[in-house]
């Protein structure tokens, strides 16, 4: 079935660096893919999001590009705060269903 | 913003025990979601409801678990005698259409069974 792999955290960052987070996914057909972020006490929200191939979702300074060819769709800043300290999901919606399926999370730690 | 809001924050429960996990979704919203997570592990999906009834549901959801919208503002999740497995954070989420960038989460319930 469809599934999505994320890189295991924590990932440890100081303020200004460089991130990336890296998603690789396996679906049937040509999914829509997500990242979705959770703040220390808070739900989910979405992040960004890309439909389809070559896409590039972007927002708050985060970006990820669909990639067919490598089935990924890596998350990047290039410049970290300590705001964007919280837990990373990414996840897929295949064709014609509405069910996320989601990785495992990355848990983000940034210090000043 | 509106938001999705989910009580209480922490349960604490017997093994056997009924649990009801109650969500208040988006008002005008007409989908609405379970999903949960197990400490360490992906966050799930489990059941999804439209029309007031099941649209879909994980092989998860199995005889134990129910899940209504009693009053039209309320949604819950409802398992009838909890098993040590069960002990995760459930989330509950809500759309207003089926597009997958419009979802609402709410903070989620950790469920702890003893």
């Known amino acids: 079935g469809d599934s999505v792999t994320q890189m295991e955290g924590p990932v440890t960052l100081s303020e200004e660096a460089f991130l990336t987070i890296n998603c690789t996914y396996t679906a049937t057909g040509y999914p829509s893919l997500f990242w979705y972020v959770q703040y220390p006490g808070e739900g989910l929200q979405l992040l960004l999001k890309?439909?389809?191939?070559?896409d590039k979702g972007s927002n708050k300074g985060f970006e990820a590009t669909y990639r067919k060819e490598t089935t990924s769709f890596h998350l990047e800043k290039g410049s970290v705060q300590v705001s964007d300290s919280a837990v990373y999901f990414c996840a897929l919606v295949s064709y014609n269903t509405d069910k996320l399926i989601f990785g495992t999370g990355t848990r983000l730690q940034v210090f000043p | 913003e509106p938001e999705v809001t989910q009580t209480p924050s922490h349960q604490v429960t017997q093994m056997g025990q009924e649990v009801i996990l109650r969500c208040v979704p988006i008002?005008?919203?007409?989908?609405f979601y379970w999903y949960r997570q197990i400490l360490g592990q992906k966050v799930e999906f489990l059941v999804s409801f439209y029309n007031n009834e099941i649209s879909e549901k994980s092989e998860i959801f199995d005889d134990q678990f129910s899940v209504e919208r009693p009053d039209g503002s309320n949604f819950t999740l409802k398992i009838r005698s909890t098993k040590l497995e069960d002990s995760a954070m459930y989330f509950c989420a809500s759309n207003l259409d089926r597009e997958g960038e419009k979802l609402f989460f709410g903070s989620g319930t950790q469920l702890s069974v003893l």
């Open positions: 008002s005008n919203h007409l989908y």
């Open positions: 890309a439909t389809k191939a070559d």
